[in-house]
């Protein structure tokens, strides 16, 4: 990869063998690479410049594209300091690895979800109820939340059927705010731990998240047609 874009490969060649150093990332990332590699950082001006690894400090913010990896990690890492709060009552035990049930249940929230006053909630509509995504966005709640989770039976206006599943608990409100959940349907954005997952939680948490906000139909040519709506911009 280039300041051009992808490039060939021309040829290849091997150095020896090298010591290397490891520099841990914001959010869980990490790259190991020789003390005398150059990565592109940002200047006091914003500008890219290169810079050796071994040179690199807490001060420096380096450039480069989340998600690029083949396979993400199983871990979660979220600073504790972003979400942890003061309870007298038990902390509820947070998520450290992928799940399943996980990857879906952040799916389903950021599509049907919200969070505010530490009451963290997400709706099951009419059409949902009827059929067996209502039963899932259930069973994953309770499989990440355990026994937090309630279920409120509701009606929309017209009187169709509605499932608010909703629990309080301040850490939980922390958390999901800590991992990149927005408030507000114009503000809606995939969290940045779903990029450091591994493909398997990736294509779960797509799953939920088209269940909620996705649609597939045919267009006037008969040709199959498969999209996504949002308000949000992000």
């Known amino acids: 990869f280039t300041d051009r874009g992808t490039q060939p490969v021309l040829d290849a060649w091997t150095n020896g063998i090298k010591e290397t150093i490891r520099l841990e990332l914001e959010g869980g990332y990490d790259l190991e ?41 199983k871990q979660i890492v979220v600073d504790s300091a972003e979400w942890s709060c003061k309870t007298s009552y038990k902390q509820t035990i947070l998520p450290t690895e992928w799940s399943p049930e996980l990857a879906r249940f952040l799916g ?23 059929g067996p995504i209502c039963d899932d966005m259930r069973q994953v709640a309770k499989a990440v939340w355990g026994d937090w989770v309630g279920v409120i039976p509701t009606q929309q206006k017209d009187f169709q059927p509605q499932e608010v599943i909703s629990f309080s608990r301040g850490d939980v409100y922390h958390w999901l705010e800590a991992i990149g959940i927005q408030k507000g349907a114009v503000n809606k954005t995939i969290p940045f731990i779903v990029f450091q997952s591994p493909l398997w939680a990736q294509r779960e948490f797509i799953r939920a ?26």
């Open 33 to 73: 690479l020789t003390p005398d590699h150059q990565i592109r950082v940002l200047d006091n001006s914003g500008n890219y410049v290169l810079k050796k690894a071994e040179d690199i400090g807490s001060e420096d913010y380096m450039a480069f594209k989340p998600g690029v990896m083949a396979e993400g990690s």
């Open 108 to 130: 389903y929230f950021v599509s049907e979800g919200s969070h505010q006053q530490n009451k963290t909630s997400f709706k099951a509509t009419y059409a949902q109820v009827l």
């Open 209 to 234: 998240l088209f269940a909620g906000d996705g649609s597939i139909g045919k267009n006037g040519d008969k040709s199959v047609a498969i999209t996504y709506s949002t308000k949000s911009e992000i």
